[in-house]
């Protein structure tokens, strides 16, 4: 059985799967030789343009040779770029990419002085170098694939792994160009000697140069190089495969020569193979012997539209609209500038853009050549596509995949695989552009993975920045704790008795604050307690503990009135001040009542009761009061301030009365048990008409009171109850002087008659308090019905205030008066009696 070697030797060729047959159009360009085009006056040079990010070497203003290295970096992946030309720096900005899109990118503008210095060249002896020393060499001179991948080309030239065949691709099956065929043609002895240092860094058993059969001249003047160069026989042939696209790629090309197949995912070189361009290997042959960088490449520059097609040495950076106009561009409407071939290439935007490592066509067709771009169809599901790719591809799926955006389901059909070689949209009978969806997903794809990884590497960062932080922190600890260690070693016994002297201080501080908390807890319900058993047992209760119901009753009626009083600025509020005053007047008589008598009886007991009852209601309104007041509307409260300033006057001229019954009753049982002493019954006499004198005063006054209360607003309600006021005065001073006369004339009659006027005057006075209540009762309504407000000058609240503290203080002391009277009277009754 043979050896791949064997089958090496004998020219065994491999048949590839898909593919196409398109035209080549090569006669435009191969015919000439290689030209030469005048210096342009401007060069863009992209930094970088292969490799990864790089630091930059000038600075605008500079001035630069040619070959002067224009970046510099230490990564294995950095390729330097070099000064196609002499000249300065005139600008280092963003300028339009040469790409489909024109994005933007860093580029070095180098105004051309036209002298095209070299810089100064190290040139070298092949067999003086080490193998490290030709790869570092090519590294510095920023050679790249020069077959349209641009990878770099010092990695290849120092795999991991064995290498047991090299392939030397000079097939170029893209139609329309042939920069590789006119440079096998004049530079086959370079090439080769570019193939041996290849060969002296690789060792490789078998090099292939595998030319296509549409290219006679180049296979006989490579086959001629081949013969005169110094490898051993037999380690290098030259074999000419069918032309067929697309041949010229990497993985295809390696299964015509050696029928094996690139796993997906995989490089050549575990298969112990490495492919590189005929103009690569010239460009080795340039760096390693002669010191040049890769500063010019041929470029193919053809089209109908191009007055001198042919292939040119271009400076790396020379504009496209330059290289245009010195070969006679003749443009068309909607002209289109192509860079590569008619199959791999892509349309510029802008032609202000550099020619690169990487290219190797300038394409410029006529609409003849190349029509306008067919509306694209719906997939018939013809399978034409599948059939045609070498990659042995389902580009239907693909689409599919790729057009909704589904680009992970597109990857799971190994869309990295697809070597963008053009043959599904060539056939596609619905005119798909089936390239473009498979480069934009994978853009997508390539933008994810670079996000995925961005983001794995922040993550390492921030796990990396905790580990940090925590070993900081365990630090601090450490060191705290080893301070406090010393601090102890060195603490004598003082600072010991110290430290625990202050603790002590603080935990009994604690202690003495959480039992003087506990009492006033203790307190506060034990005082609560007291008051609920009081304001519930007052008719029972001993003597004492009535006092100190009666006692605790007025403090809270007096502390309701002044609440009242201090934030009450509305007629509602006002109204319920004068309520709880009242209460409050009432609760402070009955308690003085029941602290003054002795024994008390069961009417009195009583009365203190009701006293001290309506003392608490009225404080519980004068609670309630504001918030009602605020809870309601301002026209619902206006309404209820007036009926409740109403019935509480009606209710106080009723209260009124039902004392004045009661003291006249009592006034009637003292005359009744009196001694016949006339001084005495006098002086009863008398005190009791001056009582009658101040209590119709006192409701007069009170009248005057409620019914200002009512509404200060109200002329006519105010006029008619100052009238009634007046009435009451009247009436009182009348029986007043009527009881004095009775009282000169009476100094001479007998008791019993003294006693017979006592019993007629007080009748006299309890009609009068009847009529006086009257009076009011019937006034009151009429206020009630006729009161409307009226512009008046409003009191403030301050002269209200006073106006109320003066007119209680007088009901007051009248009352604690009368009271008295009633105590004096009651003794000397019981003086008598005895």
Not at 3 to 22: C, E, F, N, V, Y
Not at 170 to 177: A, F, H, Q, S, T
Not at 597 to 624: C, G
Not at 658 to 668: D, G, V
């Amino acid at each position: 059985m043979l050896t791949l070697l064997d089958q090496l030797d004998k020219g065994t060729l491999w048949r590839s799967p898909g593919g196409i047959h398109p035209p080549e159009v090569k006669f435009l360009s191969n015919a000439t030789p290689i030209g030469q085009l005048p210096l342009a006056s401007t060069y863009l040079v992209p930094v970088p343009q292969v490799g990864e990010n790089c630091t930059l070497a000038v600075k605008v203003g500079d001035s630069v040779l040619k070959g002067t290295p224009l970046t510099q970096g230490t990564s294995i992946w950095h390729l330097p770029v070099h000064a196609p030309t002499s000249g300065t720096i005139v600008a280092i900005e963003p300028r339009a990419s040469n790409h489909a899109s024109a994005l933007p990118v860093n580029t070095c503008v180098i105004a051309a002085d036209g002298k095209d210095t070299w810089c100064e060249l190290v040139q070298n002896q092949l067999d003086d170098l080490s193998h490290q020393q030709i790869v570092d060499k090519v590294r510095s001179a920023g050679i790249a694939g020069m077959g349209g991948a641009a990878f770099p080309t010092h990695i290849k030239l120092n795999p991991v792994s064995e290498i047991d065949l090299v392939i030397i691709n000079g097939v170029e099956c893209e139609p329309y160009i042939s920069a590789d065929d006119r440079l096998m043609r004049e530079y086959s002895q370079d090439i080769l000697a570019g193939i041996g240092i290849i060969h002296r860094l690789l060792t490789p058993k078998r090099i292939v140069i595998a030319i296509e059969d549409n290219k006679p001249e180049a296979a006989k003047a490579m086959q001629a190089a081949v013969s005169q160069c110094g490898l051993p026989a037999g380690s290098i042939r030259v074999t000419v495969i069918p032309t067929k696209y697309p041949s010229g790629g990497e993985k295809q090309l390696i299964q015509i020569i050696t029928g094996r197949e690139v796993p997906s995912g995989a490089i050549p070189a575990k298969l112990g193979i490495v492919v590189h361009n005929v103009g690569t290997a010239f460009a080795i042959h340039q760096a390693v012997t002669q010191g040049k960088p890769l500063i010019e490449r041929v470029v193919t520059v053809t089209g109908k539209n191009v007055s001198k097609p042919g292939n040119y040495w271009l400076p790396i950076g020379t504009p496209v609209d330059h290289v245009l106009t010195a070969t006679e561009f003749t443009p068309e409407p909607d002209q289109k500038v192509i860079i590569g071939g008619p199959m791999m290439g892509h349309a510029l935007a802008n032609i202000q853009v550099p020619i690169l490592k990487g290219t190797n066509c300038i394409l410029v067709p006529s609409s003849q050549e190349i029509g306008s771009t067919p509306e694209e169809k719906a997939c018939i599901r013809c399978g034409e596509c599948a059939t045609a790719c070498p990659a042995l591809l389902l580009p239907q799926q693909l689409f599919w995949h790729a057009k909704a955006e589904e680009y992970d389901k597109a990857a799971s059909f190994n869309l990295k695989d697809c070597i963008e070689c053009g043959c599904c949209s060539y056939v596609c009978p619905s005119d798909i552009p089936l390239v473009e969806y498979y480069r934009i997903a994978k853009s997508a794809l390539k933008q994810a993975a670079d996000e995925k990884q961005q983001a794995e590497r922040a993550k390492q960062r921030f796990d990396a920045r905790l580990a940090r932080l925590e070993e900081e922190k365990l630090a601090r600890e450490a060191k705290a704790k080893e301070a406090a260690e010393r601090r102890q070693a060195t603490m004598t016994g003082t600072d010991k008795n110290a430290v625990a002297e202050a603790m002590a201080r603080i935990a009994a501080k604690k202690a003495a604050a959480a039992q003087s908390a506990t009492e006033v807890l203790s307190n506060e319900e034990s005082s609560n307690h007291q008051s609920n058993v009081t304001s519930t047992d007052t008719t029972d209760a001993p003597k004492g503990k009535a006092a100190v119901a009666a006692a605790i009753a007025r403090a809270k009626a007096k502390k309701a009135a002044q609440v009242n009083a201090n934030g009450a600025n509305t007629n509602g509020a006002d109204t319920n001040n004068v309520v709880n005053v009242d209460a409050s007047d009432e609760s402070f008589l009955a308690t003085d009542a029941i602290a003054q008598e002795a024994p008390l009886s069961q009417k009195d007991k009583v009365a203190a009761a009701i006293a001290r009852a309506k003392a608490k209601k009225a404080a519980q309104q004068a609670d309630t009061a504001p918030l009602e007041t605020a809870d309601s509307t301002p026209e619902a409260s206006a309404a209820d301030d007036k009926k409740a300033k109403v019935a509480a006057a009606v209710a106080r001229a009723k209260a009124k009365k039902a004392a004045q019954q009661a003291e006249t009753n009592t006034e009637n049982g003292l005359s009744q048990t009196a001694t016949p002493a006339v001084d005495s019954t006098a002086s009863v006499q008398a005190d009791v008409n001056a009582d009658a004198k101040t209590a119709v005063n006192a409701v007069a006054t009170d009248i005057e009171v409620s019914i200002t209360d009512v509404s200060v607003n109200d002329a006519e309600a105010i006029k008619k109850a100052k009238v009634a006021a007046a009435v009451a005065r009247a009436k009182a001073k009348k029986i007043a002087a009527a009881s004095a006369e009775s009282k000169t004339d009476a100094e001479i009659e007998s008791v019993d008659e003294i006693q017979t006027e006592d019993n007629v005057a007080s009748p006299s006075i309890a009609a009068t308090l009847d009529t006086a209540t009257t009076e009011a009762d019937a006034i009151l309504p009429s206020v009630e019905s006729t009161a409307e407000p009226i512009e008046t000058a409003p009191l403030s609240s301050d002269e209200l205030k006073k106006a109320r503290i003066a007119a209680t203080i007088a009901k007051a002391k009248a009352k604690k008066a009368a009271l008295a009277q009633e105590a004096n009277a009651s003794s000397d009754s019981s003086v008598t009696n005895d």
